[in-house]
């Protein structure tokens, strides 16, 4: 997904059922899911918390909304959800990772080839491994360059918003290189309406006179980090309103930040050559990313409810 994850190892992989060495998790050429796309996955952080604890960070709603992801898709995942979750921590264990990233994947299997899957098995994976700050340790402190994109995120009747579901990354990735290829960090996509959406694999907010806007969930994923810092944000005492933005909107704002499992709190500094505020971190953003910062290391009691510990 970026250079920060080029070549990724471990040691056991969880699939289907039981763990597999990292070198043998392979999968037949007629994959179902490698030809048509049709499948969904999660994004979880496992952390280090100050006391020396592994703990993983909102893993309940991440294993809720890869359900709901298979649900809105028609797949039926072979496993109850709790198995799921002690999957993630099983993998975690497996691999003695401290922290990192996982990856839930549901995918079909091969059998039958036709864009119906027939009775094809329905395969669980969970791969865990290391994974720093997605968008660079200088991006969260100076703020990244954003680029608006000339791809629009999916109408929301094309592809379902509300799912992490595979082939809809097709969309991220195009607009992802694009935004590389013209030496930018990051794509912001507009939806079909031309109003801002989210970037290719995380969600948008801005800062305007002190109180924070971000786009309504209608073509957005319902994201998890967003919900966090919504909430951390409303409980600073920080205004949050969920509204339509147009893209020159992001142009003057104070501040820009976005929010996402792989990029946690990343501040944005430019958007299409327009400096955003004073062109480096702003303070609601410094704010909202010590605060993330302080949940998921375990020194704020207050979120202690959102960890799971290892
Ligand atoms: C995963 C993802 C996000 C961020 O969701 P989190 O739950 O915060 O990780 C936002 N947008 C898209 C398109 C995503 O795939």
Same mark, same amino acid.
């Given at each position: 997904?970026?250079?920060?994850?080029?070549?990724?190892?471990?040691?056991?992989?969880? #699939?289907?059922?039981?763990?597999?060495?990292?070198?043998?998790?392979?999968?037949?050429? #007629? +994959?179902?899911?490698?030809?048509?796309?049709?499948?969904?996955?999660?994004?979880?952080?496992?952390?280090?918390?100050?006391?020396?604890?592994?703990?993983?960070?909102?893993?309940?709603?991440?294993?809720?909304?890869?359900?709901?992801?298979?649900?809105?898709?028609?797949?039926?995942?072979?496993?109850?959800?709790?198995?799921?979750?002690?999957?993630?921590?099983?993998? #975690?264990?497996?691999?003695?990772?401290?922290?990192?990233?996982?990856?839930?994947?549901?995918?079909?299997?091969?059998?039958?080839?036709?864009?119906?899957?027939?009775?094809?098995?329905?395969?669980?994976?969970?791969?865990?491994?290391?994974?720093?700050?997605?968008?660079?340790?200088?991006?969260?402190?100076?703020?990244?360059?954003?680029?608006?994109?000339?791809?629009?995120?999916?109408?929301?009747?094309?592809?379902?918003?509300?799912?992490?579901?595979?082939?809809?990354?097709?969309?991220? %990735?195009?607009?992802?290189?694009?935004?590389?290829?013209?030496?930018?960090?990051?794509?912001?996509?507009?939806?079909?309406?031309?109003?801002?959406?989210?970037?290719?694999?995380?969600?948008?907010?801005?800062?305007?006179?002190?109180? %924070?806007?971000?786009?309504?969930?209608?073509?957005?994923?319902?994201?998890?980090?967003?919900?966090?810092?919504?909430?951390?944000?409303?409980?600073?005492?920080?205004?949050?309103?969920?509204?339509?933005?147009?893209?020159?909107?992001?142009?003057?704002?104070?501040?820009?930040?976005?929010?996402? +499992?792989?990029?946690?709190?990343?501040?944005?500094?430019?958007?299409?050559?327009?400096? %955003?505020?004073?062109?480096?971190?702003?303070? %609601?953003?410094?704010?909202?990313?010590?605060?993330?910062?302080?949940?998921?290391?375990?020194?704020?009691?207050?979120?202690?409810?959102?960890?799971?510990?290892?």
């Amino acid at each position: 997904m970026s250079d920060a994850a080029g070549g990724v190892s471990g040691d056991k992989i969880w #699939l289907d059922g039981g763990f597999v060495d990292w070198d043998d998790a392979n999968v037949h050429i #007629l +994959t179902h899911t490698l030809h048509y796309g049709l499948g969904v996955f999660e994004g979880i952080r496992c952390y280090r918390t100050d006391d020396g604890r592994s703990a993983v960070f909102r893993l309940p709603e991440h294993v809720k909304r890869l359900y709901d992801s298979a649900h809105i898709n028609l797949l039926e995942i072979p496993f109850p959800r709790d198995r799921v979750q002690n999957a993630v921590l099983e993998t #975690l264990r497996a691999n003695r990772l401290e922290e990192g990233y996982i990856r839930p994947l549901v995918f079909i299997g091969d059998g039958a080839m036709g864009l119906h899957p027939g009775d094809n098995p329905i395969r669980v994976a969970v791969i865990a491994w290391p994974w720093g700050k997605y968008l660079g340790e200088e991006g969260m402190e100076r703020g990244i360059r954003a680029k608006v994109s000339t791809f629009a995120r999916h109408f929301v009747n094309a592809k379902m918003t509300k799912g992490k579901t595979c082939g809809d990354y097709v969309n991220s %990735i195009l607009a992802k290189r694009e935004a590389l290829l013209d030496g930018y960090d990051e794509a912001i996509l507009l939806d079909t309406q031309g109003l801002v959406s989210e970037a290719s694999g995380e969600n948008v907010f801005l800062v305007k006179g002190g109180v %924070i806007h971000t786009p309504p969930l209608t073509t957005v994923l319902d994201g998890i980090t967003r919900d966090t810092a919504i909430e951390l944000a409303r409980d600073k005492g920080i205004d949050v309103v969920e509204r339509s933005i147009t893209r020159d909107e992001l142009y003057i704002a104070d501040e820009i930040f976005l929010t996402g +499992t792989a990029a946690e709190v990343t501040p944005i500094r430019e958007v299409d050559h327009r400096q %955003i505020g004073e062109g480096s971190r702003g303070p %609601i953003t410094h704010t909202l990313q010590t605060a993330f910062f302080d949940v998921v290391s375990g020194r704020d009691a207050k979120y202690e409810r959102w960890l799971t510990t290892v």
